[in-house]
């Protein structure tokens, strides 16, 4: 089979999914080509985001992988339980996050 019909046959949604991936690794990997500063121990602020951009070029590999094999199962609908627990922990994190919860443990714990 041609890689053109592999792909005439593929998961529409998987594809999108996948250039998703690598556009926003793209991105990230020119915003830390721009970085400026350097490190005298030769690693510096550019590993963090060149590894997460290897990360998301990796999952946009496998993404690709799938969708063209249709390895995708069928989407079933979300239990509403697990969906709330989800966002109350994410709402939780938020909150502590702008309540500024980091400032007690600076104040209390770090010498």
């Known amino acids: 089979m041609s890689a053109i019909a592999a792909l005439r046959r593929a998961d529409p949604a998987g594809l999108v999914v996948a250039a998703l991936l690598f556009g926003v690794a793209a991105v990230i990997l020119w915003d830390a080509s721009r970085l400026t500063i350097s490190s005298a121990y030769g690693l510096g602020p550019q590993a963090a985001p060149i590894v997460i951009a290897a990360g998301l070029f990796v999952l946009g590999i496998g993404n690709l992988m799938m969708a063209i094999r249709r390895?995708?199962?069928?989407?079933r609908g979300g239990r509403s339980e697990s969906i709330?627990?989800?966002?109350?922990?994410?709402?939780?994190?938020e909150g502590l996050i702008t309540s500024g919860a980091d400032s007690f443990w600076?104040?209390?714990?770090?010498?």
Request: proline share 5%; aromatic share 4%.
């Open 84 to 93: 709330l627990l989800v966002l109350g922990g994410l709402a939780a994190l």
């Open 106 to 111: 600076h104040r209390h714990l770090v010498p």
């Open 71 to 75: 390895g995708f199962s069928r989407a």
